[in-house]
C-alpha cells in the first residue's frame, strides 16, 4: 500500500506543479509610449504572411524616435495580417490590412480603433478620392471596391476584371495599376465609378507618381520567371499615349516602389540601390543614389513637405528591419529599428 | 523551472528509494512481461522509445497526433481540431521527422514531413520513436527522430470482431470495426475508420475587437475515412505479410482569427493508397528481410479566392532488403538497402519529377561480456546516382552495475537529409542547387529499470543531447515577392529530456504513471549574411514540456488522468512576441462488462476538462473542454 501512496504523490506532485497560468492569445513585449500628436511618419510593418504579426510603428519628427507597436499599446489587440497601406482624411487614418481582409479605421492622433471595415477580398491600396469617398485596390477580387467614408462602409464596387495595386488620382480621373499578372493602367471616371479607358504598359506595373508636367510614371516590375522586361514608362495623361518607355538593363531584380519628389522633377525607386533620376533624362540612371551596402531595401517613400527619403531594410523578412531617413543627397540622417518587414509610409502632416 | 527542479527531485527519490529495497529484498524477475516506454538495452546505445499498449487502447478513435503529444516529449504543432499536425523532435523542424510504416518512409516526397493527425490511433499495434542517430537504423534523413507506426500479426487462432463507435463535441462522429481472422499459419486483419465533425467549437477572441467575445469556430469540418487490410503467412522458418491501406480526408481549412475570409473558403484534400509486400525469413543466425511498397498520394488544395488549384500527386516505390547475422555470440552485423523511387505530378512543378534515392547502411555491433556493447554504422546515401559525404553513427552502452538494468549510454552521429522536391522544384522559388542538410549529434543518456518491490516496477531515463545541424534549408522571401529556399543557416539544438514510468500491479488493481519532460535550447549560430540572433530561441520550440499520466485500473473499471505542459513558445525570431504557456488535463474513464464471448467497453473521454484557452499556433484557437463517449463491442471465437 506504501507503493500505492508513492505514485499517488509522484502522480500528484507533477500535475501540482505543472500548473500555470493560461492566456491563450500572443504576448508582444513593448513598453513604448506614444507621441502621436505631432508630425511623423507611419510605418507600416506588415509581418510574416499568415503569422499574424503585422503592426504599426510611428516615426515622430519632434523626438526624431520611432514609436513600434503603436495599434496594439493602444488598443490591446493586434493590428492584424500584412498591414499593406495608410491614408489619413481629416481626423481619421484608414489602414489597410490586407490578409485580413479588412480596413482598420482609427483616430489619426490616438490611433484608437473608431471602426473595422470587413468582408473585403485581399486589399492593397486605398485612394482618397474626397472626403466622402475612397477606392481600395485589390489582389484577388477583380474589383476596386468603393468606401463611403461618412459611414465607413463599403457602399460598391467597379468591376475591372483584373487584380489592382496602385492608384492615382488627378481630376476627377483615378489611375488604376494591375500588378500581378497584368500589364494595363485601368482609367476610371471618379464621378461615376466607370472605367472609361485603358493603357497597355509594361509587365505588372507595381508603383506610379504623377510628374509637375502631369506626365504618369508607371514602374513595372516585370515577373518572376524573367520572361518580361523591367520597364519605366510615362503616359501623356491627356492623349493617355505612352510619352516614354525605359527599359532596365537587367532581369535579375525586380524594381519596385516608384516615388517622386515635392517639386515633381525628380523620380526615385527600388532597385536593389536606391536611385534617382531626373524627369527630363532619356535614359536610366547609371550611378545609383544610395547603394545597398548590405542592406535589403523593400519600401520607400518622400515627405512631400520635407523633402527626406524614408526607406525599409526588411533584412532577411524574418527578424524586425529597420527604417532608415536619408537627406535628398542620399545622405543618412538616422536608422531606427521597425518591427517584422517594414513596409509602406503614411505621412502626417499635423 | 519549478517543475524541472521537482521532477529531478522525484526522479532521484526513486533511485534511492530502488536501493533502500534491494539492502531489504531480494530483487526477483517478474514473469510478467510489461511493455513499458522504455525498451532500454534492446536499443543497444540509442534513444528508442515505445508507446504503452493502454495508452494506444485508450486513444482507439483518435489519432497518433493525440498520442505523440500526451505520451511523448515531441512537440506537436497543431492548427486545431481538423487542421494539419506535424512534429519537433528536439527543436528540429517538421521536414526532420520522419514518419514510417513498418520501417519504410511515408513522409510526402514533396513535403518532405507527414500530417500525423490523419493516422488513425486505431490502425497502430506499436508506436516506437527513433530519437537522434537511432533513426539511421531504419533510414536516412530523420535529422530529429523517426516515428515508426508497426502493425503486426496476433498469431491467435479463432476471430476477433470489435466494433467501435464515438459520439461527442462539435458534432463529432467516429468509428471504428476491426476483424481478425486467423490460424495458427495464417492471419488476417481489416479495418475500416470513419469520422466526421464540425469542429464548430466555442472559444475566447481576443483579437477581433477591442473587447475579448466568445466566438465560435467555423469552416473548420473535417470528413475522413480509412480502410486497412493485413494478411500474414508463417512459414517454418519465414513471415510473409502484405497490407494495403487506403484513406481519404477531406477538410475545410480554419483560417488564422487574423484573416477575415470573405467568399468561398479554403479546403484540403488528402488522399492515399499504400501497399507493402514483405517476406521475412530466419535461417540458423541469419535473418533476411525483403519489402517491396508502392504508394499512391494525391494532396488537392483549393482557395476559391485566390484562385488558386493546387493539384498534386505523387507515386512511391521502395524497395528494401537487409540481411542480419550474429557470427558470434557477441558479434551482430546488418547491411540493408533501401532504395526509394519518386515521380510527382503536380501543377506548381514545370513538369513530371522523378527522383531516385538510394541508402546502403552497415552496422556491426560487438557485446564486450555482459557489461558493455559498441555499435558502429556506416551509411551511404545516393541520390539520383550522386554520392554524398558517408554518413555514420557509433555508440557504446555500459551496464555498470551487475544484477542491476541500469545503463549508461553514448552515442554520436552524422546524419544527412536530401532536399525535398518542393524545395527544389516548386514553382516559383524552387532552387534545384540546394546542398543537403546534415547533422552532428551526440548524445549521453542514462537508463534503468526494475522493481521496487513485488507489484510495483519503475523505468526511467536521462537523455542529454546535442545536435548541431549545418546547412539548413530555409524558405524566406525573395526579391520577386515569392518565397524561396536556401541553405542559409546553422542550428544549435541542445536538452534534456527526462522519463519516469512505474506500474503498480495486483490482481485486481494496476496502477501506471508515466511522465516525460523536455528541456529544448534551439537556436540559429548562422544565418546568411544577417545573422546575429544566436541568442534567440526557435519560434516555436518550447524550452520546457512535460506530461504526465495515471492510469488506474480496478477490476472492470479504468479511468485515467493525463496532464500535458507545454512551456512558453515564441512566435517571431527575435523572440519579443511569444505564445503563452498551457497546461491541458485529459480524463478518461470507463467500464469493461464481459458476458462468455461478447464484451463490452463504455468509455468516456474528457479533453481539455478546465476549458483552458489556448493556442498551439498563433491566432488559431484551440477547443475548449470537449467530450467523446464511445461504446466498443468485442466478439472474440
Redesign the interface.
Known sequence: MKQFFFILFCSVSILVCSCAKNDSGPVINDTTRLYLNGKGVFVLNEGNFSAGNGSLSFYSYDSSKLYNNVFYNVNSRPLGDVPNSMIISGNRAYIVVNNSGKIEVVDKNTICSLKTISGLVSPRNILLINTDKAYVSSLYSGKVTILNLQTDSISGYIDIRRSSEAMLLKGEKAYISCWSSGKEIMIINTKTDKVIDSVEVGNEPESMVLDKTNRLWVLCSGDYMGQFDRELVAINTTTYEIDKRLVFSSKNYSPSSLQINKTGDTIYYIDRDIWRMDISSSSLPVQSLIPASGRLYYKMGVDPVRGEIFVTNAVDYQQRGYVLRFMVNGSLIDSSRADIIPGSFCFKQN | M??LV??IV?ITS?AT?GQISSIKDTIRINEVVVKGSLLSSASGAFKLTGVDSSVLSECNLGNLSEIISYNTPVFIKSYGSGGTATTSFRGTGAGHTQLAWNGININSPMLGQADISLIPAGFLDDVRIYYGGASMSLNCGGLGGIINIETKPDWKKGSNLSVDLGAGSFDRYTGMIKVREGVNNFQSVTKAYFHSAENDFR??N?????DPFYDRRSNAQVNQMAFQQEIYLRGAKSVTSARIWYQSSKRNLPA????????ETESQLDEFFRTMINYNRYKGNKDYDISVSWFSDRLDYFNP???IDSRNHSNTLIARGGIEAIPGRKTQLKIFLNNELNSVKSVNYSNLKLRNVSTITASVRRAFGDKAGAMVMIQQIINNRHLLIPDFSSGIDIRPVNDREYYLKFNFSRNSKVPTLNDLYWN?GGNPDLKNEHSYTGEVSWEMKGN??I??EYSGELTLYSNNIRDLIQW??S????WSPSNISNVKTSGLEAG?N?T?KTNI?T?K?N?QYALTDAHIIK????GY?SDKQLVYVPQNQ?N?G?RVSYKNIYSS?I?C?TGRRF????N????????L?NFITGTRIKSGKNSFDINLKIDNIFG????TI??H?MPGRSFLFSVTYNLIR
Not at chain 2, 479 to 482: D, E, G, N
Not at chain 2, 612 to 615: A, C, G, I
Open positions: 519549478r517543475a521537482l521532477y522525484l526513486v528509494y472559444f475566447l481576443t483579437v477581433s475587437n477591442n488564422s482569427l487574423l484573416v477575415q475570409q470573405a467568399g479566392v485566390a484562385s516559383p521496487i518491490s507489484p510495483l524566406s522571401p526579391q520577386f515577392s515569392y519516469l512505474m503498480f488493481l496502477i504513471f511522465s544565418s546568411g549574411d544577417t540572433l512535460l504526465t495515471i488522468w496532464t505542459f512566435i517571431t525570431v527575435d519579443s512576441q511569444y505564445l503563452h504557456s498551457c497546461t488535463n483552458v484557452n489556448y493556442q498563433a491566432y484557437p
